[in-house]
């Protein structure tokens, strides 16, 4: 899945047939007022053309300018510029305005942050570039704020669980399980609530915690609690991140001894892999090799060979390749 389709999926209120709201409820009647007029507006051209009014040049921190600095960061977004969305959305949390635009903001930005995080490119050596530290480092001031000044508000469901959810993500993807499992457990605690309340944009999010909580599970030897968490992500996840939850889910189902299942999960990841024509972070020949396995122990030898020939011949990973070529010779001609 591409950074853009990522955040797309991630806030798609911007997205749909008619702009969405993006402030969090509770609002007063006011503001949503204030509200619903802009946005009124806006849905005239969007998301080709800014229709709205032009950012007034004072009076920066009313909340009729910072409502339309939060929409005017969104339309940045529509149009592929994450730098002038970025810097929008920091325009209006460091703002002394209203509380909903302010959480709001913090909201979207942290959706933004967790995806430069884990999608950020990495160089040969596999060293990061300054860019996902500056958001890493961003990300972890907004979530120490969210936690000091927004634990008791009424917001507090959905920010603290976007929140815990991306800080969850960040840390998984760091190696830090201890602190990963901490955070998702809060998120997984706050998560119906948030489901009750409305549609923010949560599928990818719930979708890679799920994926991380997964992969931790299979790490741990709790292979029942993987499959539970792997099939959660399946059904969230979309594109190369989805078929990379059907190949931890495959091999958490063969060590199960679920064979038909296993066999059933790679056929449907390999389906996906190929449509989107993308694999993530080396893990190519997992499906494969899932495959090739549950056929083994199924018993269905033929099938196996034109997998197993498969991953000998045009696998990436060395190792998946001298495991092919010795269950060649085990299954024989």
Known sequence: MSFHSLLGRSIRLF????????????????LAELDSSLRRQLNGGWPKEWTGPDLPSENADTDRTLLISLYRAA???????????????????????????????????????????IEAPRDEQGEGSEQPDRSRGLLSTLCERVDRDYADSPWSDIVLFFSESARGIVSFYAGEKAAAKLHLRRAEGLQPRVEKTGDFGI????????LARGQMAVEDG????????LLSATHRLEGDTQAEAYAWL?????????????????????????????????????????????LVRLGESKRARQVLMTIVQEGVSESKRRWAEEALQRIGN
């Not at 997205?15 to 006011?30: C, N, V, W």
């Not at 599928?203 to 799920?210: K, Q, R």
């Not at 709790?222 to 968490?229: E, G, K, P, Q, S």
């Open 203 to 210: 599928e990818d999010l719930v979708g890679f915690a799920s």
């Open 75 to 117: 339309f940045h977004c529509e149009r592929g510029d994450i730098d002038s969305y970025r810097a929008g959305l920091e325009q209006v949390v460091n703002s002394s305005g209203h509380g909903a635009m302010q959480v709001s903001a913090i909201r979207l930005l942290i959706s933004l942050l967790w995806v430069q995080v």
């Open 222 to 229: 709790t292979c029942d609690v993987a499959r539970r968490w």
């Open 15 to 30: 997205r749909r047939e008619k702009l969405g709201s993006a402030l969090l409820p509770p609002i007063d009647d006011a």
């Open 250 to 294: 495959a091999h958490s189902e063969l060590d199960l001894g679920l064979l038909g299942e296993a066999r059933e999960s790679a056929e449907r990841g390999m389906r996906i892999k190929r449509a989107s024509g993308f694999a993530r972070d080396g893990r190519d020949d997992s499906l494969e090799g899932a495959l090739a396995e549950a």
